[in-house]
T-cell receptor, first 111, second 109 residues
Framework: DVKVTQSSRYLVKRTGEKVFLECVQD?????MFWYRQDPGLGLRLIYF???????EKGDIPEGYSVSREKKERFSLILESASTNQTSMYLC??????????FGPGTRLTVL | DQQVKQNSPSLSVQEGRISILNCDYT??????FLWYKKYPAEGPTFLIS?????DKNEDGRFTVFLNKSAKHLSLHIVPSQPGDSAVYFC????????FGTGTSLTVIP
């Protein structure tokens, strides 16, 4: 069974903290994605990766960075968390031509 | 600029009736379209897809229609069930996957 796992379901951090969100997939997919979901804004792409050590900016990369050292793992980093980064973060993986498989999401609250 | 649009934020339907969710896109180069269903506090799950070479794809109660000339796709759910109540996202595939803003469907028992 296809699986994308995310390190935390719920996370509370303080403004200015560095935050790491981890994602692991077990499907040997080349492509991995980080989205955030906000009410009325849908799913917005932050970063994606086509291969190990490769990364591409999505629509809203500001304030975020990513790391992909191994094929199965894709990390999202908030260098200095701010309150406007409070959101649901969704990791996904895919292998063409199929669409992305999503993890359960991490609800991040920045106080 | 939003390349995939879902203009109806919400939809309510009686149980047993048809639900029709709509989606418009702007880029004629998109070649693959998908629908996802999302429950609160969970990740989206894949529902059904359609290639641009087809105009209809059916899977049980779910049918997706594609009108390339109008750059429009729709998802039909019939008959609708209370368990179908969720947020539905359409997506289109280009160099990445572009998602709409979602339509919240409520099926009233």
């Amino acid at each position: 069974d296809v699986k994308v796992t995310q390190s935390s379901r719920y996370l509370v951090k303080r403004t200015g903290e560095k935050v790491f969100l981890e994602c692991v997939q077990d499907m040997d997919h080349e492509n991995m994605f980080w989205y955030r979901q906000d009410p009325g804004l849908g799913l917005r792409l932050i970063y994606f990766s086509y291969d190990v050590k490769m990364k591409e900016k999505g629509d809203i990369p500001e304030g975020y960075s990513v790391s992909r050292e191994k094929k199965e793992r894709f990390s999202l980093i908030l260098e200095s968390a701010s309150t406007n980064q409070t959101s649901m973060y969704l990791c996904a993986s895919s292998s063409r031509p199929s669409g992305p498989y999503f993890g359960p999401g991490t609800r991040l609250t920045v106080l | 600029d939003q390349q995939v649009k879902q203009n109806s934020p919400s939809l309510s339907v009686q149980e047993g009736r048809i639900s029709i969710l709509n989606c418009d896109y702007t880029n004629s180069m998109f070649d693959y379209f998908l629908w996802y269903k999302k429950y609160p506090a969970e990740g989206p799950t894949f529902l059904i897809s359609i290639s641009s070479i087809k105009d209809k794809n059916e899977d049980g109660r779910f049918t997706v229609f594609l009108n390339k000339s109008a750059k429009h796709l729709s998802l039909h759910i019939v008959p609708s069930q209370p368990g179908d109540s969720a947020v539905y996202f359409c997506a289109a595939s280009g160099n990445q996957f572009y998602f709409g803003t979602g339509t919240s469907l409520t099926v009233i028992p």
